[in-house]
């Protein structure tokens, strides 16, 4: 069973300084067993100024056995499916220990994406590029950092549908009602 209790004080934990780390855990829906973490790109690597979202879910044997954690934010990084966002990373696996929190496992998480480890790799394509063609590899991986991670402010959004030439008020609506989504939004608008 969840210790629920200790669940609650790592949410407040982990967005007591969120000013300070950018590092953030939210519920997803109603229930403290799966939330969203969000962790910012680390300065001076490709992942710079995204903000990555992964999905943590608890077992019944947290804090015994590590979270589960994935990237639901694509990255091209060695060490993360590029198409699951599976995270190859020992604490979340074997080197867990109950000591550890979300808190430590997110920012683990961040210090991974400046200290990539192509000799374990999740993603056996990136490794490879990360290893024989670095440069392409940091152009790729800042594309789709800025592609996946980079959160549009409200108004960009909205300018950037209206300018496609659809109507503002229909934008506004279909954009709050996507969460924001552009993509969605402009899915809707474009089926509308």
Same mark, same amino acid.
């Given at each position: 069973? $969840?210790? =629920? ?16 780390? +950018?590092?953030? $855990? ?8 799966? =939330? ?5 790109? /680390? =300065? ?7 903000? %990555?979202? #992964?999905? #943590? ?5 947290? /804090? %015994?056995?590590?979270?589960?954690? !994935? %990237? ?9 499916? *590029?198409? *699951? ?12 220990? /109950? ?6 496992a997110l920012l683990s998480i961040q210090a991974l994406l400046s200290a990539p480890e192509p000799d374990d790799p999740q993603d056996a394509v990136v490794a490879q590029q990360y290893l024989r063609d670095h440069q392409t590899f940091v152009g790729t991986a800042r594309y789709w950092t800025e592609t996946f991670a980079k959160t549009l +402010?409200?108004?960009?959004? #909205?300018?950037?549908? $209206?300018?496609?030439? %659809? /109507?503002?008020?229909? $934008? !506004? ?12 939004? =402009? ?6």
């Amino acid at each position: 069973m $969840v210790d =629920l209790a200790r669940v609650q004080k790592e949410l407040q934990e982990c967005n007591r300084d969120v000013g300070v780390s +950018g590092i953030s $855990v939210t519920l997803k829906g109603d229930s403290l067993t799966h =939330l969203i973490g969000t962790i910012p790109g /680390p =300065l001076g690597t490709p992942y710079e100024g995204g903000s %990555f979202k #992964i999905d #943590i879910t608890l077992t019944d044997g947290y /804090p %015994f056995e590590p979270p589960k954690m !994935r %990237f639901a934010t694509k990255v091209w990084h060695p060490n993360i499916s *590029s198409q *699951s966002g599976a995270i190859c990373l020992d604490i979340l696996k074997d080197q867990w220990s /109950p000591a550890l929190t979300l808190k430590t496992a997110l920012l683990s998480i961040q210090a991974l994406l400046s200290a990539p480890e192509p000799d374990d790799p999740q993603d056996a394509v990136v490794a490879q590029q990360y290893l024989r063609d670095h440069q392409t590899f940091v152009g790729t991986a800042r594309y789709w950092t800025e592609t996946f991670a980079k959160t549009l +402010g409200t108004e960009e959004k #909205i300018q950037k549908l $209206v300018e496609m030439g %659809f /109507p503002e008020a229909q $934008v !506004r609506s279909t954009l709050e009602a996507t969460g924001w989504d552009e993509n969605m939004a =402009l899915e809707k608008l474009c089926s509308g």
